[in-house]
């Protein structure tokens, strides 16, 4: 168990995620999102060996997940999210570390992501940890009513381990 209390961050566990996870996976996936990811959608991801982590917390409870796809000298965000409840207490920075980690330790030198035109929050987040917006995907997320939402494609680049970032 980690606990980082100068960050306000409870005391967390991360582990891979695994089918199983995805019980509680989806519960939180259907909170956060007006239209989430399926169950589908994580078992290819999990069943291509895609690296993807769920964080609990000292109750078991999940914190939050990310799912990410490696490729050729990079790595892209497919999904970070943090349960609603747990919102706004470092916990998505906690989880880019940890990816950002995993990236490095791999010799990729960049990380992708996109995310929602509207969600200014996980932008505000993403623009503090160092991502830069380098395009505009149109019409890449579904929407309930009306026409997809435009994404912005961000990026950060990985500084090698042992580097300064």
């Avoid at 030198?109 to 503090?128: C, G, T």
């Amino acid at each position: 168990m980690n606990a980082l209390p100068e960050r306000g961050l409870p005391a967390w566990e991360a582990a891979a995620m695994r089918v199983p996870d995805l019980v509680d996976v989806m519960v939180v996936e259907r909170q956060a999102y007006p239209v989430p990811w399926t169950h589908g959608n994580f078992v290819d991801s999990l069943a291509a060996g895609y690296p993807a982590e769920v964080l609990r917390g000292p109750r078991h409870e999940l914190l939050g997940y990310w799912v990410a796809m490696p490729g050729y000298e990079e790595m892209h965000l497919l999904n970070i999210t943090v349960a609603p409840a747990w919102q706004g207490r470092g916990l998505a920075v906690l989880m880019l570390d940890r990816l950002v980690a995993a990236a490095r330790a791999q010799g990729l030198s960049q990380l992708w992501l996109e995310v929602r035109q509207s969600n200014e929050r996980a932008q505000a987040v993403y623009r503090r940890y160092g991502f830069q917006q380098l395009g505009l995907r149109r019409g890449y997320y579904p929407v309930l009513q009306g026409p997809r939402e435009d994404a912005l494609l961000m990026n950060l680049p990985l500084d090698p381990i042992g580097e300064a970032a």
